[in-house]
């Protein structure tokens, strides 16, 4: 169980990294909780920009990590 609380949601950073690396341009992710957010760690050429409105798109908000 990998679950962090983040705004009084419990959160599961496999299934945010698992969205992350369904993006183009996306080769790997990582997602941690860090001063009561989200953050999220991507390597390969992708737009960060982009890749957040991709999930804004497909997930609920309190999942879409904020940097």
Do not use: M, N
Request: hydrophobic share 45%; charged share 25%.
């Amino acid at each position: 169980d990998e679950q962090v609380k983040v705004r009084g949601f419990r959160i599961e950073p496999g299934e945010v990294e698992a969205a992350l690396r369904a993006q183009p341009g996306v080769g790997d992710a990582a997602v941690v909780a860090h001063d009561g957010r989200l953050v999220a760690y991507l390597v390969g050429d992708a737009d960060p920009a982009e890749v957040r409105a991709a999930l804004t798109g497909t997930l609920p908000g309190h999942l879409v990590p904020s940097a």
